[in-house]
Nanobody, 120 residues
Framework: QVQLVESGGGLVQPGGSLRLSCAAS????????MGWYRQAPGKQRELVTI???????NYADSVKGRFTISRDNAKNVVYLQMNSLKREDTAVYYC??????????????WGQGTLVTVSS
């Protein structure tokens, strides 16, 4: 069973920065896409950003220019650098990975979620 372990959430003031990390563990062949979703109170989960194993990125319009996703394929880790944080960025952030578990099986996995609170 693949596990995604997140870290880096917390409380930050508006305009501040945070860096989230997510590490994939257990046995698998490779990881395709990795990314971050978020869910604010009373709202549906939404895509924040995603990165392919080749490094191609895609961002939600609401975070373009403020958030940066990166990954270390050797360590199976994905990062989310969040700058110029706004109150509306407050949410539980979930790591996502599309994993090639075996030569014939690809599955989606999610982290447990980490809370980011932007407040003064």
């Amino acid at each position: 069973q693949v596990q995604l372990v997140e870290s880096g959430g917390g409380l930050v003031q508006p305009g501040g920065s945070l860096r989230l990390s997510c590490a994939a563990s257990q046995t698998f062949v490779s990881i395709n896409d990795m990314g971050w979703y978020r869910q604010a109170p009373g709202k549906q989960r939404e895509l924040v950003t995603i990165i392919t194993n080749g490094g191609t990125t895609n961002y939600a319009d609401s975070v373009k220019g403020r958030f940066t996703i990166s990954r270390d394929n050797a360590k199976n880790v994905v990062y989310l650098q969040m700058n110029s944080l706004k109150r509306e960025d407050t949410a539980v952030y979930y790591c996502y990975a599309q994993v090639k578990v075996t030569a014939f099986m690809i599955s989606d996995y999610w982290g447990q979620g980490t809370l980011v609170t932007v407040s003064s």
